[in-house]
């Protein structure tokens, strides 16, 4: 799988929490960390969480810190998202890809970054 694969969205009313998963592409040279975007309908890609594979570092958007939380596990290559006390303003398509720091960093979302298919989260009631 040279594409990572998101899964564990859903419907959840707000308030309540869902945790995401993604099973990373292969780490090369060039990988600094794991990367965590989403987008909703008609807005611009955001970046929210990443985290390194190399330490504990990690890097969060003002608009999910403090509620989500991100991990990984890098012998399964895999990252997770925890998140918590879901909005309306959550729904989006979330996504994952391998990415160099300036990314992670900045929680960049580059074009040619290799971000999977996303899986959808709605929050709604």
């Known amino acids: 799988q040279a594409q990572p694969v998101e899964s564990g969205g859903g419907l959840v009313q707000p308030g309540g929490s869902l945790r995401l998963s993604c099973a990373a592409s292969?780490?090369?040279?060039?990988?600094?960390?794991i990367e965590w975007s989403r987008q909703a309908p008609g807005k611009v890609r955001e970046g929210i969480a990443c985290?390194?594979?190399?330490?504990?570092?990690?890097y969060y958007a003002d608009s999910v810190k403090g509620r989500f939380t991100i991990s990984r596990d890098n012998a399964q290559k895999e990252a997770y998202l925890q998140m918590n006390s879901l909005t309306p303003d959550d729904t989006a398509v979330y996504y994952c890809a391998t990415v160099p720091r300036w990314t992670c960093r900045v929680l960049g979302t580059p074009a040619y970054a290799e971000w999977g298919q996303g899986t959808q989260v709605t929050v709604s009631s």
């Open positions: 292969e780490f090369t040279e060039d990988t600094y960390g």
């Open positions: 985290i390194s594979i190399s330490d504990e570092t990690t």
